[in-house]
């Protein structure tokens, strides 16, 4: 597609479930990136990839979460035993080149709020 | 360690007033800089940035941006906003990695 998507837009979560956020991000690129955005925050960094290879994932706040990104294309998001300060939007974004080099803007999706209740 | 500051959290203004929003900045190293805006029931754009030359860079829909490199500040600057600038705007520093500020809220009254 155009650009990055993300599924789903929305996920209600009893406390206790385990979820999954899909993100899509844009053809070819290299690098993609998760953020969490707590309500009135800026974005803050959970994770990164360059291809399949998850480089960085110092963001992750618990072991709770895990991310994966088996084929350097698609990302999964999983959050296990979800507590209610999980709740947050999840931001994927992509970009072109690997983190790491200069001239390298990253494109956001729309994306997946979630609410633990 | 690196850190975004945005001074203003909300600020609220009238049509064709200017609009400057404050950014600071800690990294040691070389940066590239960001400003992000996210219109009600959209997601993150970028509005501008700032790799290397001139220090004043010029964006989408009139905004403009000016990296002052002894004071680290990155001002984001419009000189008459419109009802359609209502949005939140993220400054944003990549550093050793990208950094978000908080965000400012801009209200624009018709």
């Known amino acids: 597609g155009a650009g990055v998507s993300q599924s789903p837009r929305y996920k209600v979560a009893k406390r206790g479930q385990d979820v999954a956020l899909r993100c899509d991000p844009i053809?070819?690129?290299?690098?993609l990136f998760w953020y969490q955005q707590a309500l009135g925050q800026g974005p803050e960094f959970l994770t990164y990839?360059?291809?399949?290879?998850?480089?960085?994932k110092s963001g992750l706040p618990s072991d709770r979460f895990f991310a994966e990104r088996p084929e350097g294309s698609v990302s999964t998001l999983k959050i296990q035993r979800t507590q209610q300060e999980d709740s947050a939007v999840y931001l994927c974004?992509?970009?072109?080149?690997?983190?790491?080099?200069?001239?390298?803007?990253?494109?956001f999706g729309p994306g997946t709020r979630l609410t633990v209740l | 360690a690196q850190s975004v500051s945005q001074h203003n959290h909300h600020v609220i203004l009238s049509e064709a007033a200017s609009l400057e929003l404050g950014c600071n900045y800690s990294y040691g190293g070389t940066v590239n800089l960001f400003w992000y805006v996210q219109y009600p029931g959209q997601h993150l754009q970028l509005l501008l940035k700032?790799?290397?030359?001139?220090?004043l860079v010029k964006g989408i829909k009139g905004f403009e941006a000016e990296f002052i490199k002894s004071k680290f500040s990155f001002n984001l600057r419009k000189p008459s906003v419109q009802w359609s600038d209502t949005a939140e705007y993220f400054c944003?520093?990549?550093?050793?990695?990208?950094?978000f500020g908080a965000g400012t809220r801009l209200f624009v009254k018709a």
């Open positions: 944003a520093v990549k550093g050793f990695k990208t950094i």
């Open positions: 974004a992509s970009s072109l080149r690997e983190a790491g080099g200069d001239y390298n803007e990253q494109f």
């Open positions: 990839f360059q291809n399949e290879a998850q480089l960085d």
């Open positions: 053809s070819g690129h290299v690098s």
């Open positions: 700032y790799f290397s030359g001139d220090p």
